[in-house]
């Protein structure tokens, strides 16, 4: 099911992640920590680090004291992928 929610439209703000850190926004979508999200694609932990740090980047989630950034992203790509 997140697999289906994370491919890319063709114009959207997914369309500019790399398949890896589409990857990796799914496995956020479902809770996994960092830890987690390694485990599962067998990468280290600073890798998954910085695929979230491109994922920010790329769907321009800036830092800011009144918003979870990871939860963020989830709510982007939901958006994008159900046109809400």
Known sequence: MVANL???AAA???ARLSERERD??????????NSG????LVVSERTVEAHVRHVLMKLDISER???H??????LSYL???HGR
Request: net charge positive.
């Open 12 to 14: 959207g703000p997914l």
């Open 24 to 33: 990796v926004l799914g496995l956020m979508a479902e809770g996994l920590t």
């Open 65 to 67: 004291e009144d918003g």
């Open 79 to 81: 958006r994008a992928t």
């Open 37 to 40: 999200i390694a485990t599962r």
């Open 69 to 74: 950034r990871r939860v963020l992203a989830v």
């Open 6 to 8: 994370v491919t890319p």
